[in-house]
């Protein structure tokens, strides 16, 4: 492991020119805030330079990443490939916010889908008269659509993922 600092005025290039095929840079951030970490886990202190840890394998940075979790839960590390920031992170540590799986996404969106028709029904059964379960209808199909969206996203996120893993 090597610490690298991002921003060097001395440096020619960015510190993505340090990088080479097969080194993961990892970054700690702030669970709650996502505000930049040291090395340590500590946070930066002023005119404190930003940096990045950098692994030669991922298993290493892997290993690196749930050791930091578990000694400082209130961290989050993200673990990267050679081109750094460009993509979403390979792996993520520590994240405390929802993150459902894309199953969960299309179950609920079926579910919003679901819960419309009888809405619908009732209203056309009234011929009219209960405009408000249509307009919640109207609603959850919006909703629907928003899930299903999310969830083939995540689909198509982690297909990416595991394609650049391989």
Known sequence: M?????????????????????EYPAFLRDG????????????????QASVCLVFSSL????????????ERPDLRCDI?????????????FGEKEW???PRTLLLVAAGCAAASLPLFF????????VVLASVIGINLVAAA??????????LDSRREQRKRLA
């Open 59 to 70: 298993q290493e940075a892997r290993q690196f990443g749930e050791q930091k979790i578990r």
């Open 2 to 22: 090597r610490v690298l600092q991002l921003y060097d005025p001395q440096r020619k290039g960015t510190w993505l020119d340090q990088l080479s095929p097969g």
């Open 32 to 47: 709650k805030t996502c505000a930049e970490r040291d090395a340590d886990g500590n946070p930066l202190r002023r005119n």
């Open 99 to 101: 993150n459902p799986t």
């Open 145 to 154: 659509l928003r899930f299903l969206f999310w969830g083939l996203g995540t």
């Open 80 to 92: 990267y490939d050679h081109e750094g920031l460009s993509r979403p992170p390979l792996y993520t």
């Open 122 to 129: 009732w209203d056309w059964s009234r011929r009219g008269e």
